[in-house]
């Protein structure tokens, strides 16, 4: 079985950072790309930022400038460094990955349990 596990989540107020991780755990092979998602109530959820396995990364236009997608590949780990917030940017954070279990297993995807973010003064 795979485990995404967040943390990093909290209270800041504007302008503010914060600094979220999310770890895979469990039968991996290789983990393709990795991303975070946010949500709001009645609202879809939306891609915030994403890194492939080789470290190419593509941002949600809003983020740009601000946050910072990274990963470590050898501790299945992947970060989002979020500076400048805005209350805008107030929603649960889901971490995302697309995991192969083996050589010869297709990739599927893999969600955390969300993590709330929020920015207010």
């Known amino acids: 079985q795979v485990q995404l596990v967040e943390s990093g989540g909290g209270l800041v107020q504007p302008g503010g950072s914060l600094r979220l991780s999310c770890a895979a755990s469990?039968?991996?092979?290789?983990?393709?790309?990795m991303g975070w998602y946010r949500q709001v109530p009645e609202k879809e959820r939306e891609l915030v930022a994403s890194?492939?396995?080789?470290?190419?990364?593509s941002y949600e236009d809003s983020v740009k400038g601000r946050f910072t997608i990274s990963r470590d590949n050898a501790k299945n780990t992947v970060y989002l460094q979020m500076n400048s917030l805005k209350p805008e940017d107030t929603a649960v954070y889901f971490c995302?990955?697309?995991?192969?279990?083996?050589?010869?297993?297709?990739?599927?995807?893999?969600w955390g349990q969300g993590t709330q973010v929020t920015v207010s003064s």
């Open positions: 995302n990955a697309d995991i192969r279990r083996g050589k010869y297993i297709a990739a599927r995807e893999y």
């Open positions: 469990g039968r991996i092979w290789r983990i393709n790309v």
């Open positions: 890194v492939s396995f080789d470290n190419v990364t």
